[in-house]
């Protein structure tokens, strides 16, 4: 039994471990919302012309 709680411990701290770089990495993305370089474009707003999301759809 203490075998089992030491391996499920030990998995708990290494899937926190990758939460948290995960997290931080995600958050390190965003911080930068001023800048350009590097950064992932937005899409919001409307499309000119409007954009059919199935366009193979038979009604």
Do not use: C, F, H, Q
């Amino acid at each position: 039994m203490l075998k089992t709680l030491v391996k499920w411990s030990i998995r708990l701290t290494l899937v926190a471990g990758v939460a948290t770089a995960v997290a931080r990495v995600l958050g390190s993305r965003s911080d930068g919302a001023g800048r350009t370089e590097g950064s992932i474009p937005t899409i919001g707003g409307d499309t000119w012309p409007p954009v059919p999301v199935n366009p193979d759809r038979k009604d």
